[in-house]
Every structure is written in structure tokens, then in C-alpha cells.
């Protein structure tokens, strides 16, 4: 069936508001793209909000009458009589492959690959992590976990004990256990987080014993990691760091994540009281602070 599709520029804060106003007027899908085309795969780390200047695209089938889909949307308060928008007819394809074809495996580090179900690996004798993009944050696409991968790449994880702080889809987690970690304990406070961190790891043939999850109520305060992983925002980071600090083992490795270049100062300072800090890592706009257990 060909296809007929609306496409809104319009600012972060608008978008999902417009996108739920187009799912009415009964678009078949959603899309939401930057002013460089990126699809979204997820959302800033902690965040729903999108980018400041932002497309939102609507597919309808061809036979709608967009002229009143028009006239509908301009009665919404986000978008007004005149808003500015493009309708264009489409060739008919396979939107959902489309999408697909945008999420390839990517390398992190020597040995690490994410792979989506949907390819071959390229690299079949490479720890290969099978995951495809859901409800929780991380997919290996953002700069925060890509710089978490990499350094857990870099070490040797035999028989280590893992924690990994914020493990959102567990990408991190399921990454050390395929590395050669021992056990990792998962800490959400998003339940969906946890959910999607056990069927990642059982998609990845991790047995249930070597990947526990909990809330942080329910933490436990007895772990000595090996290894601590936080791939969390600086508040978090800033007000749990004694916490963190108190999870990792003497000669114990860490890594904080999800900082923000301006904010790499004020955390080593925090983590310095605890920790032999390396130089800071940087990728974009962000950096990842990794050190040592004194
Ligand atoms: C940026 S995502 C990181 C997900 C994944 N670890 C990665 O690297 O892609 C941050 C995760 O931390 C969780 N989070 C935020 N604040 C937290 C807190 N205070 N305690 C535990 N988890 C938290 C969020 O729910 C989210 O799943």
C-alpha cells in the first residue's frame, strides 16, 4: 500500500505532545528524527525529552484525507492555524526494515560486539551481546554506555564480581558476564529497567544465578565488586558516592559514567576521597571518570 506522511519541525518540549496528537488523527506510526536525520533509538540518559529541533513525522495510508488531518491538527494549542508542516506522498516499503536497517552491530573495544537479533554477526568467535533496542536505556548507540563498554573491553573480567549501577536494558552487565565476569549484581530504581536486564541476560544465555537485580531499597550492602559500574546522571552519582564508594573491594575498579564534560572536575574531586583516579575519558559531550580502590 503506498503511503502519505506529515512531517512537523518543532522543538523538543512539542514533540511527544505532536506525536500523540498525529497517533489520534490516526497516523499508523510515529517518527521522530533531528535536524541531521538521526533516527531515536533512546532517550537522553534520565531524560524523556528529545532534541531542541526536532521533526515529527506521521505515515497514514494513502487514502487519507489530509487536508482534514490538517485542519484537526491545527486546533491543537502546540501548533495552530498555519502551522508549519510538509505532506508528501511516499513510495510503498518496508518501514519496519527501514528501521531495522539503521541498527547494525557495533564494535566496542577488541573483543566486544552488540548485535541485533535481526543480523549475523560479524565476528561469530568475538563476545558477541545480543540486544535489540527497548523501553530501557542502553543500547551501545549513546556515547555514556559506548565509553563503559570500551573500558570493560579493556579488562581482564575472569571470575570478577561486577556491579553495575543504573543497568538499564543490563547492556553492561551482560557485557562483563560475557567477558568472563563471575557474578553481577544489577540496581535499578526503574522496575521496567530490571524487567528488561533479565530478558536481556536470558537472551544471551546468562544463567539467572550470575545476574541478580534489585531495587535499591532492596541492594545488598554486603557486595565487594571487583568491578563497579555506574552509568547514572551526576546527581545520582554526586549522592550516592559514598554508597558506590562503600560496594567496591580494596584494589577494586570503577567507572562512572553519564557526566557531562563541565561536570568532570566536581565528581573526582567527590571520588578522589575513595578512589586512585585515572585521566578522564571524553567522547562528545561527555566523559567517564575510572579509577582505583584505595
Ligand atoms: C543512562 S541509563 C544507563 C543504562 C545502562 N547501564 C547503559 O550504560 O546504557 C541510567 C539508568 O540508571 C537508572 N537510575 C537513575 N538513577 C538511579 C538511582 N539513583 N539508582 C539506581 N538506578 C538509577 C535509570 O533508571 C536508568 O536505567
Given at each position: 500500500m503506498p503511503w502519505i506522511q506529515i512531517r512537523i519541525n518543532t522543538t523538543g518540549e512539542q514533540a511527544e505532545t505532536i506525536g500523540d496528537h498525529l497517533t489520534e488523527t490516526g497516523a499508523v506510526s510515529v517518527t521522530f528524527v533531528d535536524a541531521q536525520d538521526t533516527p531515536v533509538f533512546e532517550p537522553l540518559p534520565g531524560e524523556t525529552r528529545l532534541w531542541g529541533d526536532t521533526d515529527v513525522i506521521g505515515l497514514y495510508d494513502a487514502i487519507t484525507d489530509m487536508k482534514l488531518i490538517v485542519n484537526l491538527l491545527e486546533a491543537q494549542p502546540e501548533l495552530g492555524p498555519g502551522f508549519t508542516h510538509k505532506v508528501e506522498a511516499l513510495e510503498d516499503k518496508d518501514w519496519e526494515r527501514e528501521w531495522m536497517d539503521n541498527f547494525k552491530p557495533m564494535q566496542f573495544g577488541k573483543r566486544l560486539w552488540i548485535c541485533p537479533s535481526?543480523?549475523?554477526?560479524?565476528?561469530?568467535?568475538?563476545?558477541n551481546v545480543l540486544l535489540d533496542p527497548g523501553?530501557?536505556?542502553?543500547?551501545?548507540?549513546?556515547p555514556t554506555t559506548a565509553l563503559c563498554l570500551e573500558w570493560l573491553d579493556s579488562?581482564?573480567?575472569?571470575e570478577s564480581q561486577v556491579v553495575d549501577f543504573?543497568?538499564?536494558?543490563?547492556i553492561l552487565a551482560v557485557a562483563a558476564l560475557k567477558l568472563g565476569a563471575k557474578h553481577c549484581v544489577g540496581i535499578d530504581i526503574d522496575p521496567q529497567a530490571l524487567t528488561a536486564s533479565r530478558d536481556n541476560a536470558g537472551r544471551n544465555g546468562i544463567?539467572?544465578?550470575r545476574f541478580e537485580l534489585f531495587l535499591p531499597k532492596d541492594q545488598p550492602t554486603d557486595v565487594q565488586a571487583d568491578v563497579l559500574i555506574a552509568n547514572i546522571l551526576a546527581g545520582p552519582l554526586r549522592e550516592l558516592a559514598p554508597v558506590i564508594a562503600s560496594?567496591?573491594?580494596?584494589g577494586g575498579k570503577l567507572a562512572l559514567s553519564g557526566l557531562l564534560l563541565e561536570q568532570n572536575e566536581e565528581l573526582r574531586e567527590i571520588y578522589s576521597q575513595w578512589f586512585d583516579l585515572d585521566d578522564t575519558a571524553t567522547m562528545e559531550d561527555w566523559c567517564r571518570i575510572t579509577g582505583v580502590k584505595r
Open positions: 535481526w543480523h549475523e554477526a560479524p565476528e561469530p568467535e568475538a563476545v523501553l530501557a536505556f542502553g543500547t551501545g548507540t549513546h579488562l581482564d573480567m575472569s543504573g543497568c538499564g536494558s543490563g544463567e539467572e544465578s560496594l567496591v573491594k580494596p
